[in-house]
């Protein structure tokens, strides 16, 4: 039983582009959970997917989008990249019927922006 | 709000001594109380988690964690370290606001475990 799997490991980006995280959740879940941890930082919420909705964001500006599939898949879309947003971005995912708090998380990619 | 506090960045211990990391929380509701552990380049693993049931929880790899309501803490254990425990950790609250489950981490304890 897979857990939750994230792509890519690792991603090199220039200021001012834009990148694309991609996450799929553990069997069984439907909610997908984003997660920025800078370094030396614990993770801080960026936002949740449930039925393909954003419900709930973090104070994350507008430069952080993201998105559900039908599968229950997500992405992470971050535009206009900043030095700052360099770390580690990791998905977490849950289910309704556990309570909805996220317990499993992926390995995280790792974003660095130059 | 809900929020934690870890009382220690760093925690250096012995092999086969007990670990204490101490945690306070603070939260509005009745909180959901969680320890992750995140060892280098990995994610997160959730280690025990606190959902208003017994005040002493048991988790993974013999840590456990005490709920104490008058203290607002939630301090992890071990008895005995092992070097596999040299990890950062993580205590965590859950926003149970609006039912979402979204987490709210403390700034991690890195846990260094001599031989």
Not at chain 2, 15 to 32: F, H, I, K, Q
């Amino acid at each position: 039983d897979a857990g939750v799997t994230q792509s890519p490991t690792h991603l090199i980006k220039t200021r001012g582009q834009q990148v694309t995280l991609r996450c799929s959740p553990k069997s069984g879940h439907d909610t997908v959970s984003w997660y920025q941890q800078a370094l030396g930082q614990g993770p801080q919420f960026i936002f949740q997917y449930y039925e393909e909705e954003e419900r709930q964001r973090g104070n994350f500006p507008d430069r952080f989008s993201g998105h559900q599939f039908p599968n229950y898949s997500s992405e992470l879309n971050v535009n206009a990249l900043l030095l700052g947003d360099s770390a580690l971005y990791l998905c977490a995912s849950s289910s309704p019927r556990q309570g909805y708090s996220p317990l499993h998380f992926g390995n995280g990619t790792r974003l660095t922006v130059t | 709000a809900q929020s934690v506090t870890q009382l220690d960045s760093h925690v250096s211990v012995s092999e086969g001594t007990p670990v204490l990391l101490r945690c306070n929380y603070s939260s509005s509701y009745s909180p959901s109380l969680f320890w992750y552990v995140q060892h280098p380049n990995k994610g997160l693993q959730l280690l025990l988690k606190y959902t208003s049931a017994a005040t002493l929880v048991k988790g993974i790899n013999g840590f456990e964690a005490e709920f104490k309501k008058s203290e607002t803490s939630f301090h992890l254990t071990k008895p005995s370290a092992h070097m596999s425990d040299a990890a950062e950790y993580f205590c965590v609250v859950s926003s149970l606001s609006s039912n979402t489950g979204k987490l709210i981490f403390g700034q991690g304890t890195t846990l260094q475990v001599k031989p």
